[in-house]
């Protein structure tokens, strides 16, 4: 049979350089993940008790398209709590996954053919979920003299019908403060380009909070997730926040593509975000594990790396050591049993010379993982 052509989309290779891990695993070996950004902790206590229970009570058949009314209301109070913003829970969209809430966006948003900016290095599947739309993806390229992060300037010329951003971003971990921010929506609103935020790591920072793009306008769309500060990835469960004029044009489509996100796993996010206690207990880890990081890859001979605001990586410039960092990190795989991911992921362009660690891991897996690092790289140089 055929295939279409917006189906020909690059392989996201973080899960290529996972399933090698396993293969390895499977034979015996011992592997440290630094490839993947998931915490190795599991949803919170009180999460999984709430679903234990609704279990016993409840068929958990659909819900409304839009979401538990509670689990709605419950995340607009959140926005008060973390960043003082007054947020109406109707604007608040539950979607499978951020990735459900990218597919409902980039559909909301624009028609095929138009041209979305995304920073680069950034987010792989932004680029691949684009070009199955039918869209066309423009990567902007970042600098190290702004923190990998786009500037207005970067946007002239690109006739963008819509500008990405992520702050935190993956896989820097570099943060946008708010005159930044607000730099940027004036920029994308003066050209008539929607301007779409991922904050899918919000709440996890280290020497400042991120900023939201809903202390600059409300004429955006937000995206978060309950799988990185609320430690629930395999849930697959997000939300988006959406002008209050295109919550019907989101609701329609998501009735269609989707019906609903998984009802189980609504339940166990409206009880995790009360757990404020364990999950600043796990950021606490983040933030050992990072000092290690900081500290240990240097040592190790990694040493172009910009300390990261926020999310659990260092990207690393590693063009003094190899110019083909998939044969790099799969030699780093063979060689010292630590998994880490080629920075092709994330840029086509410069991603040959750079690698993302991930230090989501627990500390005693970050230790080890930098002593192997550390001993391979030593061994290498001869």
Request: net charge negative; charged share 20%; proline share 5%.
């Amino acid at each position: 049979m055929r295939n279409s052509s917006r189906s020909n989309v690059d392989p996201f290779i973080v899960m290529d350089v996972m399933e090698a891990a396993r293969r390895a695993e499977e034979a015996g070996r011992h592997i440290i993940h630094m490839e993947v950004g998931q915490p190795s902790t599991g949803a919170p206590v009180a999460a999984r008790e709430a679903l234990a229970k609704a279990l016993d009570h409840d068929s958990l058949g659909y819900t409304v398209a839009l979401g538990l009314p509670a689990l709605r209301k419950r995340i607009a109070q959140l926005y008060g709590e973390w960043y003082d913003v007054d947020l109406n829970p109707e604007r608040v969209v539950i979607t499978p996954g951020s990735s459900g809430a990218f597919l409902l966006s980039f559909t909301a948003l624009f028609d095929s053919g138009d041209r979305v900016g995304i920073g680069a290095p950034g987010y792989p599947s932004y680029r691949q979920i684009l070009r199955a739309l039918g869209l066309t993806p423009v990567d902007i390229e970042t600098s190290l003299d702004h923190r990998l992060q786009p500037v207005p300037q970067d946007l002239t010329g690109l006739d963008l019908a819509g500008l990405m951003v992520a702050s935190p971003a993956n896989p820097t971990g570099t943060m946008l403060d708010k005159p930044a921010m607000a730099a940027l929506v004036e920029a994308a609103q003066g050209q008539g380009a929607a301007f779409i935020s991922d904050e899918i790591y919000h709440g996890i920072e280290y020497e400042a909070k991120a900023v939201t793009a809903l202390e600059v306008t409300d004429d955006c769309y937000v995206i978060n997730s309950f799988s990185k500060y609320f430690s629930m990835t395999g849930w697959r469960l997000g939300w988006m926040v959406v002008p209050e004029d295109h919550v019907r044009v989101v609701e329609r489509i998501a009735q269609n593509m989707f019906i609903c996100a998984p009802h189980a796993s609504q339940v166990a996010a409206l009880a995790a975000m009360d757990c404020g206690e364990e999950l600043e207990s796990n950021l606490a880890v983040y933030t050992r594990n990072r000092a290690l990081m900081l500290e240990g890859l240097p040592k190790a001979g990694f040493s172009r790396i910009a300390p990261p605001d926020g999310a659990f990586y260092v990207y690393a410039d590693v063009s003094d050591l190899t110019q083909d960092s998939r044969a790099f990190a799969r030699e780093i795989l063979d060689e010292a049993g630590v998994a880490v991911t080629p920075g092709l992921d994330f840029d086509p362009e410069r991603g040959a010379t750079t690698l993302r660690f991930s230090y989501a891991r627990s500390t005693a897996d970050i230790e080890e993982g930098l002593a192997r690092l550390t001993a391979y790289m030593a061994a290498r140089r001869g």
